[in-house]
């Protein structure tokens, strides 16, 4: 009963993580792309990433090797930006939106 408890909970926690996200479409140098739904979650070249919320405004997606970092700024245009491994990093050009 414990685990099913903890399970709930675990899940309710991880859907809260995805709640503010906004709709994202962008490609960063390297053939990453990056996508999100509002809500989430986050799939990084077609791949759902693990997303973890530092801020009502700041978000991290981490898959495919890379982090993906997606801001939302106070006028609310997104600013997204990759790290990758050896530290290579860039910022990401935002596509149309859907």
């Given at each position: 009963m414990e685990r099913l408890l903890l399970g709930a909970v675990l899940l309710a926690v991880a859907s809260l993580a995805?709640?503010?996200?906004?709709?994202?479409?962008?490609?960063?140098?390297?053939?990453?792309?990056?996508?999100?739904?509002?809500?989430g979650p986050v799939y990084i070249n077609g791949k759902e990433a693990k997303l973890k919320k530092f801020s009502d405004a700041y978000y991290e997606a981490k898959g495919s090797g890379v982090t993906i970092s997606i801001s939302i700024n106070p006028d609310e245009s997104l600013g997204v930006s990759y790290t990758g491994k050896g530290g290579v990093n860039g910022v990401c050009e935002l596509t149309e939106q859907d």
């Open positions: 995805n709640a503010d996200i906004p709709l994202v479409n962008a490609n960063c140098p390297g053939n990453i792309e990056v996508h999100a739904d509002e809500g």
